[in-house]
T-cell receptor
Framework: ETGVTQSPTHLIKTRGQQVTLRCSSQ?????VSWYQQALGQGPQFIFQ???????GRGNFPPRFSGLQFPNYSSELNVNALELDDSALYLC?????????????FGSGTRLTVV | GENVEQHPSTLSVQEGDSAVIKCTYS??????FPWYKQELGKGPQLIID?????GEKKDQRIAVTLNKTAKHFSLHITETQPEDSAVYFC???????????FGAGTRLTVKP
């Protein structure tokens, strides 16, 4: 059973650029949630994908968007990067949309915006 | 929406001592409360969870208690070891809501 894998592990971008982060869910998990974790803080919910559609969204602007593919893998896209977007981006897969069986997190992508 | 508060933010104990981390939540509809351990450079890892129909759950040296009336839950680690050093997060999940809310984290240091 493979866990959640995220790529790339680290990324440096310039303000105003666009970025795409990728996630492969754990085998058997059909739901993917994305979280932003600023330094020294807990993860903040960005959105969730289920059956290739957005299935819930946190307090993030529309320049944060995503995709889910038929194999349940997912992408997070961020347009017009701002300095405050610098954070660890975590992908979590789960058995269902409620998270009631726990999340399996990847190791994250560390994004630095300069 | 749900608000989760976690205390303390840092905790330092001697190896072999017990450690307790406490969280409170605001939404009485929350029914699932997981705890995650995050080591440096890694994503959070689920270590134990509890549902609202249970008051206590134990797994070896780790236990979690839940007080639904007071809306708080706690993580207890006994016989701490240096490898328990990490950041611990509590979280609360609300049914029919796809958002799991996390506390701000507790940095636990176990001194040998």
């Amino acid at each position: 059973e493979t866990g959640v894998t995220q790529s790339p592990t680290h990324l440096i971008k310039t303000r105003g650029q666009q970025v795409t982060l990728r996630c492969s869910s754990q085998s058997g998990h059909n739901t993917v949630s994305w979280y932003q974790q600023a330094l020294g803080q807990g993860p903040q919910f960005i959105f969730q994908y289920y059956r290739e559609e957005e299935n819930g969204r946190g307090n993030f602007p529309p320049r944060f968007s995503g995709l889910q593919f038929p194999n349940y893998s997912s992408e997070l896209n961020v347009n017009a990067l701002e300095l405050d977007d610098s954070a660890l981006y975590l992908c979590a897969s789960s058995l269902d949309t409620t998270g009631g069986y726990g999340y399996t997190f990847g190791s994250g992508t560390r994004l630095t915006v300069v | 929406g749900e608000n989760v508060e976690q205390h303390p933010s840092t905790l330092s104990v001697q190896e072999g001592d017990s450690a307790v981390i406490k969280c409170t939540y605001s939404d009485s509809a929350s029914n699932y409360f997981p705890w995650y351990k995050q080591e440096l450079g890694k994503g959070p890892q689920l270590i134990i969870d509890i549902r609202s129909n249970v008051g206590e759950k134990k797994d070896q040296r780790i236990a979690v208690t839940l007080n639904k009336t007071a809306k708080h839950f706690s993580l207890h680690i006994t016989e701490t070891q240096p490898e328990d050093s990490a950041v611990y997060f509590c979280a609360a999940s609300i049914p029919n809501n796809n958002d799991m809310r996390f506390g701000a984290g507790t940095r636990l240091t176990v001194k040998p």
